[in-house]
């Protein structure tokens, strides 16, 4: 089973850059970063294949995030410029269990981290 840890959230200014982290205890296969707000559904961000051959991202943040991985680290990243307010949530890492596809289902990933605070505020 894929353990996987975030790290890298805080607090930071409108307008302003994080990169979150995601170690994981193998070489997982399609992944994706996920968001939630307290009272609000889990979002999906952002996916990535195992090659990095191919990503896609949720509407809200395209131009804004984008999502990497550096295989012989076992790491996935989401570099997220110009935060806004609206971005403030916990972010998940997940990975799927076997699935090549950078477009899949939410119900696709069963591996998840503990999750990272996000707050962006003045």
């Known amino acids: 089973q894929v353990q996987l840890v975030e790290s890298g959230g805080g607090l930071v200014q409108p307008g302003g850059s994080l990169r979150l982290s995601c170690a994981a205890s193998?070489?997982?296969?399609?992944m994706g970063w996920f968001r939630q707000a307290p009272g609000k559904e889990r979002e999906i961000v952002a996916t990535i294949t195992r090659a990095a051959t191919n990503t896609n991202y949720a509407d809200s943040v395209k131009g804004r995030f984008t999502i990497s991985r550096d295989n012989s680290k076992n790491t996935v990243y989401l570099r997220m410029n110009n935060l806004k307010p609206e971005d403030t949530a916990v972010y998940y890492c997940?990975?799927?269990?076997?699935?090549?596809?950078?477009?899949?289902?939410?119900?696709?990933?069963?591996?998840w981290g503990r999750g990272t605070q996000v707050t962006v505020g003045t």
């Open positions: 193998e070489r997982p296969f399609t």
């Open positions: 997940a990975a799927t269990a076997g699935y090549t596809a950078a477009s899949v289902a939410s119900s696709a990933f069963t591996y």
